[in-house]
């Protein structure tokens, strides 16, 4: 069965760059899984930050960027900021229309 | 404006049936596909399965297969998610999320807190 691989956690330094991946335990990631991104906050509804692989959700900040990055689907954070300590997860859209969640990565800025 | 509104928290027992629901509003409720989405107690978001109103065409993730039963009511706007007899584990944030052409879950609902606990 195929499992969405991310980071369980990371760190960022307030004002750095971090960059969260999204892969597949069989195969690499590609435009054609049309790559998505979720920040969500304790108690909250996910909210949505990027669409097929690198086209930001309406009202998202520039600062978050999608891209590929060799075989996986990539989320950059650039110049972090306090309140972007969330949890982040991906979904890729595996066909017959059935997507997948990634385990998620909870992002620390300190 | 687009909204999807959930029904409220549920405590139920276990073998208990329950159906939550997800009204949409501030769109064309028929021409979008709504997917569930569960939320465990301090774990991640899984993807359960999809419906779109227009026809009723479902499909469902193989974890979630005989498991939930996803319909939806489009005179009323409304998608549902349902068990027929509920078990401890079922216990978890339920959300309804509207999915974009471009396969991304673009709108999400507040989320239905489901508890199971005899």
């Known amino acids: 069965q195929t499992v969405v691989t991310q980071e369980p956690s990371f760190s960022v330094s307030p004002g750095g760059t971090v960059t969260l991946t999204c892969g597949l335990s069989?195969?690499?990631?590609?435009?054609?899984?049309?790559p998505s991104w979720y920040q969500q906050t304790p108690g909250q509804a996910p909210r949505t930050l990027i669409h097929?692989?690198?086209t930001r959700s309406s009202g998202v900040p520039d600062r978050f960027s999608g891209s590929i990055l060799g075989s996986t689907a990539a989320l950059t954070i650039t110049g972090a900021q306090a309140d972007d300590e969330s949890d982040y997860y991906c979904v890729l859209y595996m066909g017959s229309g059935i997507s997948l969640f990634g385990g998620g990565t909870k992002l620390t800025v300190l | 404006e687009v909204q999807l509104v959930q029904s409220g928290a549920e405590v139920k027992k276990p073998g208990e049936s329950l159906k939550i629901s997800c009204k949409g509003s501030g769109y064309r409720f028929t021409s979008y596909w709504i997917g569930w989405v569960r939320q465990m107690p301090g774990k991640g978001l899984e993807w359960m399965g999809i419906i779109y109103p227009g026809d009723s065409d479902t499909r469902y993730s193989p974890s979630f297969q005989g498991q939930v039963t996803i319909s939806a009511d489009k005179s009323i706007s409304t998608a549902y998610l349902q068990w027929s007899s509920l078990k401890a584990s079922d216990t978890a944030m339920y959300y309804c999320?509207?999915?974009?052409?471009?396969?991304?879950?673009?709108?999400w609902g507040q989320g239905t807190l489901v508890t199971v606990s005899s």
């Open positions: 999320a509207r999915r974009s052409g471009y396969y991304e879950l673009d709108y």
């Open positions: 069989s195969g690499s990631v590609s435009t054609s899984y049309y």
């Open positions: 097929s692989t690198i």
